[in-house]
Every structure is written in C-alpha cells, then in structure tokens.
T-cell receptor
Framework: GAVVSQHPSRVICKSGTSVKIECRSLDFQATTMFWYRQFPKQSLMLMAT?????????EQGVEKDKFLINHASLTLSTLTVTSAHPEDSSFYIC????????????FGNGTRLTVT | AQSVAQPEDQVNVAEGNPLTVKCTYS??????LFWYVQYPNRGLQFLLKYITGDNLVKGSYGFEAEFNKSQTSFHLKKPSALVSDSALYFC????????????FGKGTSLLVTP
C-alpha cells in the first residue's frame, strides 16, 4: 500500500529556533499533501494544503509566515516551524492521497515537536 | 461546512463482546465518510470508507460501519472486540472546501479489557 514517510519522529528545540519536518510519499506521487496538527487528546486540525509547484493554502488562523510549507517535488513536502515557541509544541502529521479525490488519505507517523 | 461528531470520549468493552463507536455527520451534498485508527504517537491508519452503494461497509481488521442516511450516522462496529483494538478512533468527512482534505471528529478512545 501507499506509504507516507515523515521525519523526524521527535524533535526538541530551543525557543526561537526553526525546525523543518519532511513528508515523503515513498511509492507514489502526491501533487497535494495535507499538514495537520494534533494537540494532546484532541482531534486533528488541518493547517494547510500543500500543492506541488505552487503556494500552500492555509486554513484560517494558521500563520503562513510561521509555518512555512514547501512542496518542491511530487514526493516531498516540508513544514518549517520558524522562530518556534513553547506554544508550538504539538504533534504534526502529514498526509497524502493516492488517486482520486474520494480515495482515503495516507498518513505519516507524525512528528512530536517540543519547544523548550 | 462538512463536519462529523463523535459523541463519546471513551468506549469500554470487554474482549469478545461487540463494539460500537458512534459518529454522526453534517454535510451539504453526498457525504464521503471515513474511519481511521490511531495508536499512541503514531499517524492514522485507514480502516474503511463510505462513498456510495451498500450501507454496510467492511474494512480492515474485521471492522465495519453502517451508513444511515435518515439518522445521519456512520457508526463503526466490530462483532468481537480484541484487546489489541484498544486505540483512538477518528471519524472523518471529506471537505471539498479544503482541497478535499478530511475533517475529523474529536476522536473516541476505545478500551478493550481482557
């Protein structure tokens, strides 16, 4: 089946630094990838839709300058959390779809970000 | 907006008993509904989906879900629960307004006891 690889799985960084999270589709091409954020014991909130070769579409309330998304190829999207603060600590999960728009999303294993 | 609701934060069931995890939906147009399972510190695994056709959808690991249009529900079921089914379960609906992303319910924690 389709595999989405996300790296790193865990990262601890100091406040004010930037962190990059990679999301790769290993055995398929993904023109669109989705980035979600999950708070402890809460649901997944869509942050942005990453489109290959164009700008990402951000959901309302998500700061595009803080959460930089780059989708430079059909198999790689990156999320960079810039000038991280403790409130950015969360579980970030990427996903991609194989095939048509009624197909399920396939998810990476997530990245646990802790900002100290 | 397309949304789903999971009314239960937690469901407890004894191993071997049937389980049901509830989900209701609110959509404009035809609903595209999904169930996912999440284990601790992991991403989500796809269980099953309803697009059209038979109201009873069979999925992975022995799970099934029943689509009920009159009750706007899409409950997840399994005839005989396993301890290993203990996890967090999410119902989701496709959102055409967000590039066909999925909108998730808040999740239901399933605990299966031996």
């Amino acid at each position: 089946g389709a595999v989405v690889s996300q790296h790193p799985s865990r990262v601890i960084c100091k406040s004010g630094t930037s962190v990059k999270i990679e999301c790769r589709s290993l055995d398929f091409q993904a023109t669109t990838m989705f980035w979600y954020r999950q708070f402890p014991k809460q649901s997944l909130m869509l942050m942005a839709t990453s489109n290959e070769g164009s700008k990402a579409t951000y959901e309302q309330g998500v700061e595009k300058d803080k959460f930089l998304i780059n989708h430079a190829s059909l198999t790689l999207s990156t999320l960079t959390v810039t000038s991280a603060h403790p409130e950015d600590s969360s579980f970030y999960i990427c996903s991609a779809r194989v095939g048509q728009q009624n197909s399920p999303l396939h998810f990476g294993n997530g990245t646990r970000l802790t900002v100290t | 907006a397309q949304s789903v609701a999971q009314p239960e934060d937690q469901v407890n069931v004894a191993e071997g008993n049937p389980l049901t995890v509830k989900c209701t939906y609110s959509v404009s147009g035809n609903p595209y509904l999904f169930w996912y399972v999440q284990y601790p510190n992991r991403g989500l695994q796809f269980l099953l989906k309803y697009i059209t056709g038979d109201n009873l959808v069979k999925g992975s690991y022995g799970f099934e879900a029943e689509f009920n249009k009159s009750q706007t529900s899409f409950h997840l079921k399994k005839p005989s629960a396993l301890v290993s089914d203990s996890a967090l379960y999410f119902c989701a609906v496709r959102d055409i307004n967000s590039g066909y992303a999925l909108n998730f319910g808040k999740g239901t924690s399933l605990l299966v006891t031996p």
